[in-house]
């Protein structure tokens, strides 16, 4: 694990403790720090100043890099006269040639320099990337002699990442494919400091259904990992479905952990095209690993989502079977204090549009039965408490929506939920009264 954090506007130890929560949340670790002994913290490039200085000042001495003098102001109105002459962006390198008599004036003046790396032009830069094949780059589209270290001391990405990469003894760099100019820039780096690059390859980007690339500025929380934790999504689906977007095993199979991810990831199948972030087809993964994953795991990851409700009057066994009867309707585990409240609230709410469900003359009979019928309910029986209501549709000829459906508003407060024999098991003998009485209550006596 490696922090990039030399950009000081963009570095927040919230931010940082927000990328470890999210990347732990998905059962994505590390094993590697600069304390191997402890937790295993990162490696932060804030804490390798010097060492990128000691570097920058061998490049200088070995004629790759020299000192620049240029204050932002005028950096600023180079750009501003480029843009007047519709010229490309970039440095002009009026530094690179300063004489000795110069820089001294310069820094006796109390000019503090940055360093920046010479870019020579004209030259094609060239490699095999792992994904896109073989990349040109022409040097005169990298913006001209590149600053390494800001003269405030900070090394700048370009030049940290070729640092740390060596120290780390990285083989293989995967990224995105907006870095692609930035490899040809990190590359002119590696050959410089005489040492052979990793291997290089750029993936696609993620875009939404507009075709637009995901980014915090146009999408907000939909980039955030911890929106999706807090929705009630399995970490194992959000893993799954990055995973797939951009790559599939050889055996063509959608569902997969990260482990088998690990096992069976090859570079060369990772698709050139971009990926498309498609929520619903999210929603269809996040439902399957709901359904999917044990019972115990979703009941637990349930728990934060009932915190309305007192949990402590229902036994573990009766928790997990709650979470069971109503998890094949969820896609998300948000959803779950909604879909559950009947099992929770002291009386049911019967909307006004059920309301006429359980006033028919029909209605009446099958409540009044079930009443009438209390003592021969198996209670805690799924299975038995349903065949006793079908034993009463027997004895009242009446079958389907005309027998289920007056017990459901009764008993859910809907005419459409759970299965009939759980809901009746787990409220049990006292709750499933009241609630029969209730609803014979709200209706018209004749």
Not at 55 to 63: D, M, N, V
Not at 150 to 167: E, H, L, R
Not at 208 to 227: A, C, F, I, N, P
Not at 317 to 345: H, M
Request: contains cysteine; hydrophobic residues 35%; glycine residues 8%.
């Amino acid at each position: 694990m490696r922090l990039e954090d030399t950009d000081e506007v963009r570095s927040d130890e919230n931010f940082t403790q927000d990328i470890f929560a999210g990347l732990k949340w998905l059962g994505i670790n590390w094993d590697e720090g600069p304390d191997i002994g402890g937790p295993y913290p990162p490696y932060r490039q804030t804490e390798k100043v010097d060492h990128y200085h000691s570097i920058a000042r061998k490049l200088i001495e070995s004629g790759h890099a020299y000192h620049c003098f240029c204050a932002p102001e005028e950096i600023n109105q180079l750009k501003e006269e480029q843009k007047q002459a519709s010229v490309a962006p970039g440095y002009d390198n009026r530094c690179r040639h300063l004489t000795d008599e110069v820089v001294s004036k310069l820094t006796a003046e109390g000019r503090i320099p940055a360093i920046r790396f010479k870019v020579e032009q004209p030259r094609i830069v060239t490699w095999n990337d792992g994904i896109k094949g073989s990349i040109s780059i022409d040097t005169s589209d990298l913006g001209g002699d590149m600053v390494i270290v800001k003269s405030n001391g900070m090394a700048i990405y370009n030049f940290a990442v070729v640092i740390d990469d060596i120290d780390m003894k990285m083989t293989h760099v995967i990224r995105g494919e907006d870095h692609i100019h930035n490899t040809a820039k990190q590359l002119l780096i590696y050959e410089a400091l005489g040492v052979t690059p990793p291997e290089f390859a750029h993936t696609a980007l993620i875009f939404d259904t507009d075709r637009r690339k995901l980014s915090k500025r146009h999408h907000g929380e939909m980039v955030h990992v911890d929106k999706y934790r807090q929705d009630g999504y399995m970490p194992e689906a959000i893993v799954n479905y990055l995973g797939q977007m951009s790559w599939n095993p050889a055996d063509g199979r959608e569902m997969f952990t990260l482990e088998e991810a690990c096992d069976m990831f090859e570079l060369g199948q990772v698709s050139k095209s971009p990926a498309v972030f498609d929520v619903p087809r999210l929603n269809w993964f996040n439902g399957s690993y709901i359904r999917s994953l044990p019972l115990s795991l979703i009941t637990d990851r349930s728990l934060p989502f009932l915190e309305k409700y007192d949990t402590k009057q229902y036994s573990r066994e009766q928790l997990e079977e709650i979470v069971s009867v109503v998890r094949e309707g969820l896609t998300t585990l948000s959803e779950i204090t909604n879909a559950v409240n009947f099992f929770f609230d002291k009386q049911v709410n019967i909307p006004a549009e059920v309301n006429p469900t359980v006033c028919t003359d029909n209605a009446k009979k099958v409540l009044s039965a079930v009443l009438s019928h209390l003592s021969d309910f198996p209670w805690g029986e799924q299975k038995g408490c349903k065949d006793v209501i079908d034993n009463i549709g027997k004895e009242l000829g009446l079958k389907g929506k005309e027998l289920y459906w007056p017990v459901r508003a009764a008993l859910q407060g809907r005419t459409s939920g759970p299965d009939l024999g759980s809901t009746l098991s787990i409220l049990g003998q006292a709750r499933v009264k009241s609630r029969i009485e209730g609803a014979l209550g709200l209706c018209p006596q004749t």
